[in-house]
């Protein structure tokens, strides 16, 4: 199983852009897909992008397309989360998710098998 720790996370104005990094260890397959979550205050998780480990394909939210870009390093065994534009309603705690089937309709629906503990990120107005 896959070992996942987001970091990354603080305040940023309205406007600014953050750069969150996802770090796995343990078992990376091939066909591993990682998604990228946010959970607002007081709302379920939901998803944002993902990535698979091969290939590098990519799958965006509707609402985060053109603002937030999914992307990895192999050999760092690191998965980004580049946001820019950042609103206040960005404002939660971001966590990744790792499939290790290649099932980036689970990953979309948050069915991950590894999860992240989370990072704080809060956007002021």
């Known amino acids: 199983q896959v070992q996942l720790v987001e970091t990354g996370g603080g305040l940023v104005q309205t406007g600014g852009s953050m750069r969150l990094s996802c770090v796995l260890s343990?078992?990376?397959?091939?066909?591993?897909?990682i998604g990228w979550f946010r959970q607002a205050p007081g709302q379920e998780r939901e998803f944002l992008g993902l990535i698979t480990w091969t290939g590098d394909t990519t799958d965006y939210e509707d609402s985060v397309k053109g603002r937030f870009t999914v992307s990895k390093e192999t050999a760092k065994k690191t998965v980004y989360l580049q946001m820019n534009n950042l609103k206040p309603e960005d404002t939660g705690v971001y966590y990744c998710g790792a499939d290790p089937g290649g099932r980036a309709w689970a990953i979309r629906r948050g069915y991950g098998e590894s999860w992240g503990q989370g990072t704080q990120v809060s956007v002021s107005s």
């Open positions: 343990g078992q990376i397959l091939s066909s591993h897909v």
